[in-house]
């Protein structure tokens, strides 16, 4: 039955961000920039962190898994939607959208993950020094990397699992760039109450949830380390403000889309762009530019390839 149902719409129509060409024209420049922005830093900085020996260590080792997710996340959507305003062609396949979403949660759930393991990574490297290496084990990084991707794949699945055999009989139109379930579920030809209730519940509350936990937990380092020695608290706030505002501008329109997922004014669409576009160069110029030992081995990885060239 939900076969005949939702094959009645085979494809949907992203209404993007504006339609004024103007608009159009300066987002479509906007994007493409900042998209070739995200891919050499988020790349520049995997690379660096695979191939310089100087940076393999826990914290660099969840940098480059940050970086990655992000590159990721970017090119989920903005590549699609700078085609669109591009060709005018804003359309997507009914599976293509399911993808999209799928996608979507498993790379938004392994990042929060990611956040809360590179809290924790701040967190003994602050407060228990001496056990660093111990508790920050090459095994332990790799269980928090792979816990990350499972319960994002977990959380997907579980996302998904009501939702994607809704029918879909009438309207067609997305009001926004990219496919996520509150637009999805707006769209079915059933009464979606339970499922919107759903969705919030799972993403919404975890969202808010993992946002309270870890500006929970930045406080905790301040204050352990306020009573330990008030001269290094400068110093923890300092390194802690980069992640403070990672988690801010990722976390914020999540809450925001999930929490209020049906507004009357489309802010939350504007509000993605913090996710896909902003986030994702922040994440690489906060992490490097303020960092000397990427700095320096980012040096030497040029050098090396510059030696490399005079020989060839």
């Given at each position: 039955?939900?076969?005949?149902?939702?094959?009645?719409?085979?494809?949907?129509?992203?209404?993007?961000?504006?339609?004024?060409?103007?608009?159009q024209h300066f987002?479509?420049?906007?994007?493409?920039?900042?998209?070739?922005?995200?891919v050499l830093g988020?790349?520049?900085?995997?690379?660096?962190?695979?191939?310089?020996?100087?940076?393999?260590?826990?914290?660099?080792f969840l940098l480059?898994?940050?970086?990655?997710?992000?590159?990721?996340?970017?090119?989920?959507?903005?590549?699609?939607?700078?085609?669109?305003?591009?060709?005018?062609?804003?359309?997507?396949?009914?599976?293509?959208?399911?993808?999209?979403?799928?996608?979507?949660?498993?790379?938004?759930?392994?990042?929060?993950?990611?956040?809360?393991?590179?809290?924790?990574?701040?967190?003994?490297?602050?407060?228990?020094?001496?056990?660093?290496?111990?508790?920050?084990?090459?095994?332990?990084?790799?269980?928090?990397?792979?816990?990350?991707?499972?319960?994002?794949?977990?959380?997907?699945?579980?996302?998904?699992?009501?939702?994607?055999?809704?029918?879909?009989?009438?309207?067609?139109?997305?009001?926004?760039?990219?496919?996520?379930?509150?637009?999805?579920?707006?769209?079915?030809?059933?009464?979606?109450?339970?499922?919107?209730?759903?969705?919030?519940?799972?993403?919404?509350?975890?969202?808010?949830?993992?946002?309270?936990?870890?500006?929970?937990?930045?406080?905790?380092?301040?204050?352990?380390?306020?009573?330990?020695?008030?001269?290094?608290?400068?110093?923890?706030?300092?390194?802690?403000?980069?992640?403070?505002?990672?988690?801010?501008?990722?976390?914020?329109?999540?809450?925001?889309?999930?929490?209020?997922?049906?507004?009357?004014?489309?802010?939350?669409?504007?509000?993605?762009?913090?996710?896909?576009?902003?986030?994702?160069?922040?994440?690489?110029?906060?992490?490097?530019?303020?960092?000397?030992?990427?700095?320096?081995?980012?040096?030497?990885?040029?050098?090396?390839?510059?030696?490399?060239?005079?020989?060839?």
């Amino acid at each position: 039955m939900y076969e005949a149902n939702y094959s009645e719409v085979s494809e949907f129509i992203l209404l993007g961000l504006s339609t004024c060409k103007p608009v159009q024209h300066f987002l479509l420049a906007f994007s493409a920039v900042f998209y070739v922005i995200i891919v050499l830093g988020n790349i520049l900085v995997v690379f660096t962190v695979t191939f310089d020996p100087h940076l393999h260590s826990p914290m660099y080792f969840l940098l480059g898994n940050l970086s990655f997710i992000d590159l990721c996340f970017s090119t989920l959507t903005v590549p699609n939607m700078i085609f669109d305003l591009y060709s005018g062609h804003n359309t997507i396949s009914f599976q293509g959208c399911v993808i999209q979403i799928f996608v979507l949660h498993v790379l938004g759930g392994s990042e929060m993950v990611l956040l809360i393991a590179m809290a924790l990574d701040r967190y003994v490297a602050i407060c228990k020094p001496l056990h660093y290496l111990i508790i920050m084990s090459p095994r332990m990084c790799i269980l928090l990397v792979s816990g990350a991707w499972v319960i994002g794949l977990i959380h997907s699945v579980a996302q998904l699992a009501f939702v994607v055999h809704l029918p879909f009989c009438g309207p067609n139109e997305i009001d926004s760039f990219y496919c996520d379930l509150p637009w999805f579920i707006k769209l079915a030809c059933a009464d979606t109450y339970r499922m919107e209730f759903m969705v919030t519940a799972n993403s919404g509350f975890i969202s808010t949830g993992t946002f309270i936990l870890l500006i929970i937990s930045y406080i905790f380092i301040l204050v352990t380390v306020w009573k330990h020695s008030s001269g290094g608290l400068s110093k923890a706030l300092s390194t802690l403000s980069a992640h403070i505002t990672v988690v801010v501008l990722f976390f914020g329109p999540c809450i925001f889309v999930y929490m209020w997922p049906f507004p009357t004014v489309p802010v939350d669409k504007f509000l993605a762009i913090l996710d896909f576009m902003i986030t994702p160069i922040l994440n690489p110029a906060i992490y490097t530019l303020r960092n000397k030992d990427m700095k320096m081995a980012m040096r030497r990885l040029s050098s090396q390839l510059l030696n490399l060239r005079k020989i060839s």
